[in-house]
């Protein structure tokens, strides 16, 4: 066991005004499993670069590990397997690798392929299993199920459990409670550690957030009353002040000393109680600071006239002469909320590129309206460039209405200046899910619309989609997303 120090660490990227950290202090077990959370564009991925030294930065960073970071960047992704560990690690261990990889259920004769032959899943595990081999690393683990399925996840998840020294990037709520022991957390204000997994932390964290509204108000009306007991005691006291040059009713002098004496109690008396109105300030003044924006989101679905808006019936689909799926039947009927699931490669995002009008070639029976519009998220945000403002205007949609949902989704407004190529990967999906509540449509379809998002997020589109009746089919390996959301689940 050996700690990781971090002390007073400050940082802002060049060129900005605003720091990313700062005066920031805290420590890390390396034997823990650490989950590290937080929204998007709160620094996760700038925190790990800076513990591998690739930023300069005021404060200090000690620890007796070497750190590796997942994924590792392969150059000649055209070598074979076996040729691409060997760059990593070139000391490797043969028995040693062959044991991380039964455990990953990774079978020998993918080290003969070349990398780029391989599944998304599998250079996954293959790069967890090398990087897991190498002696006195700690290992920082930046997102690695967005390239899973619902299966893969579950299998890195219980790989990862068997594991220890790391922390781990990740917006999946069940795959990160089944593997860590710690999480640390990137607050609006602050970097905090608790021990326990992420349902944990959340539970914590709501019934702090609870504590908080409820004692910021008991502190508003504390403050109100107060203030409102200082100005009557302020008035009386400038009320007996003036009565001091006044008469008795009877006509007789007034004793001004003992008038002065009265009027001096009542001022201090009103300046204590201005004192204790300055304390119930300073205390709400350290509420609230840490509770996030998650204001609810809206959809307003197109009504249609049909109570089923597409059909399947035996559908198969090809490509060339290869079949990617065989024989689906299903229909979409309004108000369902359909999970399409199923392995990578099993046909999902060819079936969402039939239903959303694209030249598939299938056989079988497959009926959509010609006046169906269909609202479409794509997996891939990888053509997103230039301005939030041109990017309504070419797309044809509202900009109030799609900066007002960036808003809720934690877009600060010093973002809507950025080019969208900048943006982190979680909040380049967050405009295409924006474009889409912006859109005018009868049916969504979202394919993998949750990689990247960070879970205070997901959870809003959780509660969106489940608050209104809206249709919609959609592909996510988000366990928990998938269980809360579907009234419908079709199984590739």
């Known amino acids: 066991m050996s700690l990781i120090n971090v002390t007073n660490l400050t940082y802002a990227y060049e060129g ?16 823990w499993k650490l989950g590290f959370t937080g929204r998007n564009g709160r620094g996760k991925t700038t925190f790990l670069n800076l513990l591998l030294g690739k930023y300069e930065y005021s404060g200090n960073i000690s620890a007796n590990v070497t750190f590796e970071y997942f994924p590792f960047q392969v150059e000649h992704k055209d070598h074979n397997t076996l040729d691409v560990i060997e760059e990593m690690f070139p000391d490797y261990l043969h028995w040693k690798l062959m044991r991380e990889l039964s455990l990953l259920k990774v079978s020998e004769d993918v080290l003969y392929r070349p990398f780029d032959s391989l599944s998304n899943g599998e250079q996954t595990k293959v790069l967890l299993a090398t990087l897991f081999i190498k002696e006195n690393s700690f290992l920082l683990i930046d997102e690695p199920t967005n390239h899973l399925d619902m299966e893969g996840r579950k299998l890195v998840s219980d790989y ?16 990160l409670d089944h593997c ?16 326990g997994n992420f349902s944990g932390w959340w539970d914590n964290k709501l019934r702090q957030d609870n504590f908080e509204l409820a004692e910021n108000e008991k502190l508003k009306r504390d403050i109100k009353r107060l ?74 679905q197109l009504a249609y006239h049909k109570s089923q808006l597409v059909e399947l019936e035996k559908v198969s689909i090809y490509y060339g002469d290869k079949r990617v799926c065989a024989d689906i039947s299903f229909s979409i009927e309004q108000g369902e909320r359909i999970a399409l699931l199923g392995k990578n490669g099993s046909g999902k995002s060819s079936i969402i590129k039939l239903i959303c009008g694209e030249d598939i070639n299938y056989t079988g029976t ?10 479409y998220v794509s997996q891939d945000t990888s053509d997103l460039g230039g301005n939030l403002s041109d990017y309504a205007a070419n797309n044809g949609i509202d900009e109030s209405l799609f900066k007002s949902i960036l808003r809720k989704l934690d877009f600060s407004r010093v973002q809507f200046e950025k080019d969208i190529s900048a943006f982190s990967g979680g909040q380049k999906k967050k405009v295409l899910i924006a474009k889409s509540l912006s859109e005018q449509a009868h049916l969504h379809i979202w ?33 928990e997303f998938c269980n809360n959301v579907a009234t419908k689940v079709i199984e590739l």
């Open 160 to 175: 990862l459990n068997s594991k220890s020294g790391y922390i781990l990037v990740s917006h999946d709520r069940s795959f």
């Open 16 to 31: 900005s005004y605003d720091n990313i950290f700062e005066d920031v202090s805290f420590q890390i077990d390396t034997d």
């Open 447 to 479: 394919d993998e619309p949750l990689n990247f998002i960070d879970i205070i997020s997901r959870m809003q589109i959780e509660e969106l989609l489940l608050e209104y009746s809206s249709t919609i089919l959609f592909v996510e390996h988000d366990r």
């Open 180 to 195: 860590v022991d710690h999480i640390l957390s990137i607050n609006k204000t602050n970097i905090e550690i608790q021990k």
């Open 366 to 375: 497959f009926k959509k309206d010609s006046q169906l519009k269909i609202s």
């Open 227 to 300: 203030s409102d007991s200082s100005k009557r005691t302020g008035n009386w006291s400038h009320e007996v002040e003036k009565s001091k040059n006044g008469t008795r009713n009877s006509g007789s002098k007034l004793d001004k000393g003992y008038v002065g004496h009265k009027a001096a109690k009542m001022m201090k008396r009103s300046k204590s109680i201005e004192q204790r109105q300055q304390s119930a300030i300073v205390e709400k003044s350290k509420l609230l600071k840490n509770i996030e924006n998650a204001d609810s989101l809206e959809i307003s």
